[in-house]
């Protein structure tokens, strides 16, 4: 018995084009959510609002790596054609985050770099029978992560899929 709207009981598709928007567009539909939603949230951190010992540049070999696989252009084109700008990157000595969402809703996509390998933190603990996967990490040696489509791939799976910011409470 098929479910929903879904071909063969699956989930329903979602309907609808995708488009790519231009720079401009995407700046002034930033603009006009956040003038909706009456918010003053900045996009980056003030620098005096860091710790001195904070770190936002990568490591020479994490930013190698990162560039090579392409994934920050392509969380920024996540960011600018499916978030409208909203989104908000963050460096580490060891990777980077796209982080969105406020309040209860902080969703994330967590890039670090382990030797040569292109690591994405999962929002899973067990693993979902993916060669890559250990640990709620998904671990793409050289080889795989050269390819772009690999990494547009885990990116969509990760952004259809994000981590939630975790309470401490």
Avoid at 44 to 57: F, G, K, M, Q, V
Avoid at 90 to 97: P, T, V
Avoid at 109 to 121: P, Q
Wanted: negative net charge; proline residues 4%; contains cysteine.
């Amino acid at each position: 018995m098929a479910g929903g709207n879904g071909i063969g009981g699956g989930r329903p598709k979602i309907l609808g084009q995708p488009h790519e928007v231009s720079d401009e567009e995407a700046d002034g539909i930033a603009q006009m959510i956040q003038e909706a939603q009456h918010s003053a949230r900045q996009q980056t951190i003030p620098r005096e609002d860091l710790a001195e010992s904070a770190t936002t540049t990568m490591k020479a070999e994490v930013e190698r790596v990162v560039a090579e696989s392409h994934v920050r252009d392509i969380l920024r084109r996540f960011n600018r054609d499916f978030l409208y700008g909203q989104g908000r990157f963050d460096e580490y000595a060891g990777g980077l985050l796209l982080k969105w969402g406020d309040g209860y809703s902080r969703k994330h996509i967590w890039v670090t770099v382990d030797g040569e390998n292109l690591v994405f933190e999962t929002s899973h603990e067990r693993s979902c029978g993916k060669s890559v996967c250990a640990d709620g990490h998904h671990s793409y040696p050289p080889a795989m992560w050269r390819d772009p489509r690999v990494i547009n791939d885990e990116l969509a799976e990760q952004f259809r899929r994000p981590v939630h910011e975790r309470t401490d409470d």
